[in-house]
């Protein structure tokens, strides 16, 4: 079965440089999520899209963007980076209603900031 | 507020033993979901089991069972004769309709399977 594809799998920048994280959900699902999960840490909820429109923000910085295209897939746009900014990037997708509300992660982006 | 506590950090056994990791959670809503995920070394988020408000049946899956008690607002999961692969961090998460189903995750309990 697909799986929600996340490239790159690891990315290394400089700090103030910028990075684009992308996914691709599962094939039908209509929203998809963003989470942060630091070093040793839980995932955080950053930002998510229904149907390509924002749905939610969580702990988002304002240097961070992020939106869906028309199909469906995603971009997680990182601008300033900062060492704090290092972590497992996951994207997530679920098919909402008819209780189908289970979110499917991709494999993760680690990003290294140095 | 929304919230989910796993209040064992860490866990160790020995391969052959049962454990049981603890979830405790807080929410306002009537409606809401609660899962397992489980992280192995490599990162990756596999999903274990989703149970929703209303649902409050035990299942076993395996050597895996989980336990949901409304009344005392606890999803606890045992592993059944643990082995060395099980060794991974395990999240338990919270979503609420009200929340837009964006996960509240606990802090996550190392589960360590010594051979």
Not at chain 1, 66 to 82: G, I, K, P, T, V
Not at chain 2, 43 to 72: A, C, H, M, P
Not at chain 2, 90 to 106: D, V
């Amino acid at each position: 079965a697909a799986g929600v594809i996340q490239s790159p799998r690891h990315l290394i920048k400089e700090k103030r440089e910028t990075a684009t994280l992308k996914c691709y959900p599962i094939p039908r699902h209509d929203t998809v999520y963003w989470y942060q999960q630091g070093p040793g840490q839980d995932p955080q909820f950053l930002i998510s899209f229904y149907e390509k429109m924002q749905s939610d923000k969580g702990s988002i910085p304002d240097r961070f963007s992020a939106q869906q295209f028309s199909d469906y897939h995603s971009e997680l746009n990182m601008s300033s980076l900062e060492l704090g900014d290092s972590a497992l990037y996951f994207c997530a997708s679920s098919l909402v209603g008819a209780g189908k509300e289970t979110q499917y992660f991709g494999p993760g982006t680690r990003l290294l900031v140095l | 507020a929304q919230k989910v506590t796993q209040a064992q950090t860490e866990i160790s056994v020995v391969e052959k033993e049962d454990v049981t990791l603890d979830c405790v959670y807080e929410t306002r809503d009537t409606t809401y979901y609660l899962f397992w995920y489980k992280q192995p070394p490599s990162g990756e988020l596999v999903f274990l089991i989703r149970r929703n408000s209303f649902d409050e049946q035990n299942e076993i899956s395996g050597r895996y069972s989980w336990n949901f008690q409304k009344s005392t607002s606890s999803f606890n999961f045992t592993i059944t004769a643990s082995q060395v692969v099980d060794s991974a961090v395990y999240f338990c998460a919270l979503s609420e309709l009200a929340g837009t189903y964006k996960y509240i995750f606990g802090t996550g309990t190392r589960l360590k399977v010594l051979a």
